[in-house]
C-alpha cells in the first residue's frame, strides 16, 4: 500500500537558518504530494501541493519539488522565523479511483530567536 | 468565512460512555473525513464519505460510527467499543473525492476518557 516517510524531529534550528525536512514516499502510479502544517492545539493548514513530476510547489517561502526518479518531496526554506515553529506533515493521494490522503508521522520543527 | 466547525474544542467522558463529535462544513465541499491523532504517529483515518448518505471506514474504524445525513455534516461517535479512545480528533473536507483535492481541516477536539 502507499505510504510516507518523514525525517524524525525534532528539528531544531536558529532563526534565519536554511531549512530541509526529508519526505519519500511509496505508491502506486503517481500520487499528488502534499506538505500541511500544524501549529500547537490546532488543525492541519495546506502548506503547498505538487500533483505531477518536477513541479514545484511553494507558499510562504517555502518550496518543494515532485522527484518521481528518488520519490520524494523534500521541504525547504532558505530563512526560517521563530513563527515557523510547528509540525509539518508530508502527505500523499492515490489515483486509482477515489482515494484519501495518506499522512507521514510529522516532523516538529523548533526555531530559536 | 468559509470553513469547518468542531465542536466541543476539549471533552472529557468517562470510560464505558459514547460520546459525538460534531462536523460542520460551510465549503459546499461533498466529500467529508474523520482522523485521529496521536502523539508520534501522525493522522490515521477512521471514516470517510463521498456523498450524503454513503461513507466508508478508514484504517482504525472500529469503536467508532458515522452518519452522512446532510451534506454539511459528518458527526463521529466514539463508543465504548473504542479502547483507547482518549486522542486528538480531526475532520476534514475536500470539494469532490479525486485524487488531486487537497483537504481542509478543522480545529480539532481533544477527547479525554477519565
Known amino acids: 500500500g502507499d505510504s510516507v516517510t518523514q525525517m524524525e524531529g525534532p528539528v531544531t534550528l536558529s532563526e534565519e537558518a536554511f531549512l530541509t525536512i526529508n519526505c519519500t514516499y511509496t505508491?502506486?502510479?503517481?500520487?499528488?504530494l502534499f506538505w500541511y502544517v500544524q501549529y500547537p492545539g490546532e488543525g492541519l493548514q495546506l502548506l503547498l501541493k505538487a500533483t505531477k513530476a518536477d513541479d514545484k510547489g511553494s507558499n510562504k517561502g517555502f518550496e518543494a519539488t515532485y522527484r518521481k526518479e528518488t520519490t520524494s518531496f523534500h521541504l525547504e526554506k532558505g530563512s526560517v522565523q521563530v513563527s515557523d515553529s510547528a509540525v509539518y506533515f508530508c502527505?500523499?493521494?492515490?489515483?486509482?479511483?477515489?482515494?484519501?490522503?495518506?499522512f507521514g508521522k510529522g516532523t516538529m520543527l523548533l526555531v530559536s530567536p | 468565512d468559509g470553513g469547518i466547525t468542531q465542536s466541543p474544542k476539549y471533552l472529557f467522558r468517562k470510560e464505558g460512555q459514547n460520546v459525538t463529535l460534531s462536523c460542520e462544513q460551510n465549503l459546499n465541499h461533498d466529500a467529508m473525513y474523520w482522523y485521529r491523532q496521536d502523539p508520534g504517529q501522525g493522522l490515521r483515518l477512521i471514516y470517510y464519505s463521498q456523498i450524503v448518505n454513503d461513507f466508508q471506514k478508514g484504517d482504525i474504524a472500529e469503536g467508532y460510527s458515522v452518519s452522512r445525513e446532510k451534506k454539511e455534516s459528518f458527526p463521529l461517535t466514539v463508543t465504548s467499543a473504542q479502547k483507547n479512545p482518549t486522542a486528538f480528533y480531526l475532520c476534514?473536507?475536500?470539494?469532490?473525492?479525486?485524487?488531486?483535492?487537497?483537504?481542509?481541516f478543522g480545529p480539532g477536539t481533544r477527547l479525554t476518557v477519565l
Open positions: 502527505a500523499l493521494s492515490g489515483v486509482l479511483g477515489y482515494s484519501t490522503l495518506t
Open positions: 476534514a473536507s475536500s470539494r469532490a473525492a479525486g485524487g488531486n483535492e487537497w483537504q481542509f
Open positions: 505508491a502506486t502510479g503517481y500520487p499528488s
